[in-house]
């Protein structure tokens, strides 16, 4: 399975940030291009313990549906909703310029491995509990989801 903590997997996920410009346009979706930056940025910042989140999940959410989301299920388009600490109309890092907020989502993917919390469990605000293995999956789930958003 893809994940971040793979060189390949990296690697191409970052050749498809560039492929992105300032007027790509989403397929679905509110965010623009430059929102998105910052929101997936804002996701790995999160994975790391650098932003936090407050829990809001439950049994369910935390085993079966974990599992399955980072097993099996593609995410779907448009039904679900962020945490707020990572939404920019809400808590999240507001959009400060293409380039600029494109450069620190690849410098934070780049960096995913070395700042990543030796013997972490860092809390994800619906699946609670993670290990890197499972968050090196879903920051590249959640890149791929959002990257084919903008066609890329």
Not at 16 to 25: A, M
Not at 48 to 71: E, P
Request: hydrophobic share 40%; with cysteine; charged share 25%.
């Amino acid at each position: 399975m893809k994940s971040i903590l793979n060189a390949s997997d990296k690697s191409g996920i970052i050749e498809r940030i560039y492929n992105l410009k300032i007027d790509t346009q989403n397929l679905w979706g509110k965010m623009n291009v430059n929102e998105m930056l910052c929101h997936v940025t804002d996701q790995i910042k999160m994975a790391t313990g650098h932003i936090d989140t407050k829990y809001r999940g439950n049994f369910v959410l935390n085993t079966i549906v974990k599992w399955l989301s980072l097993s099996l299920l593609p995410v779907p388009k448009g039904k679900v909703q962020t945490a707020k600490e990572l939404n920019q109309e809400k808590d999240g890092t507001r959009p400060v310029g293409f380039d600029l907020d494109r450069d620190q989502l690849v410098k934070v993917i780049g960096d995913f491995d070395s700042t990543y919390p030796a013997n972490s469990k860092i809390v994800h605000p619906v699946f609670g509990s993670m290990n890197m293995k499972q968050w090196g999956r879903l920051v590249y789930i959640h890149l791929d989801h959002h990257l084919r958003q903008f066609g890329v």
